[in-house]
């Protein structure tokens, strides 16, 4: 998989967060979700569309394209892996999710697949 910027990653990842709440997306709940102004996120989906990561219909509502949701799915996951583990090893919640923000980025997947196999092994030994 291509490697994509970490702006990038976080806008899927919201889109995604967001998809799992309620029914549709649009460019105000980007905004609010990530804390970005509505210009920022316009420039964003311009660029994500460009890429063939995510489409938007007439009416402003954003879904994810293939490429896109995969991309976001990826990082969510690693984002919920990191998450407990730093809260397994007394991180507190809001810290170890945040940390894990940062860490989702730069962590290769293979690292993450063996992250998750000894956190799984660690878990079912308990």
């Known amino acids: ?73 990826n990082v969510y996951a690693k984002h919920i892996l990191l998450t407990n583990v730093l809260k397994e090893i007394g991180v507190d919640e809001a810290t170890a999710s945040e940390e894990a923000c940062l860490i989702e980025h730069v962590i290769s997947d293979k690292t993450c697949e063996l992250i998750e196999t000894f956190y799984k092994k660690r878990k079912s030994a308990k």
């Not at 806008?11 to 997306?25: D, K, N």
């Not at 063939?52 to 799915?73: F, P, R, W, Y």
């Open 1 to 73: 998989m291509k490697r994509t910027s970490k702006s990038t990653e976080d806008y899927l990842e919201s889109i995604l967060i967001i998809r799992e709440r309620q029914q549709t997306v649009r460019s105000v709940d980007v905004a609010e979700e990530m804390k970005v102004s509505k210009p920022s996120v316009s420039i964003a989906m311009k660029k994500l569309r460009e890429e063939k990561l995510v489409s938007m219909d007439a009416e402003g509502n954003i879904k994810l394209l293939k490429a896109g949701k995969q991309i976001a799915e």
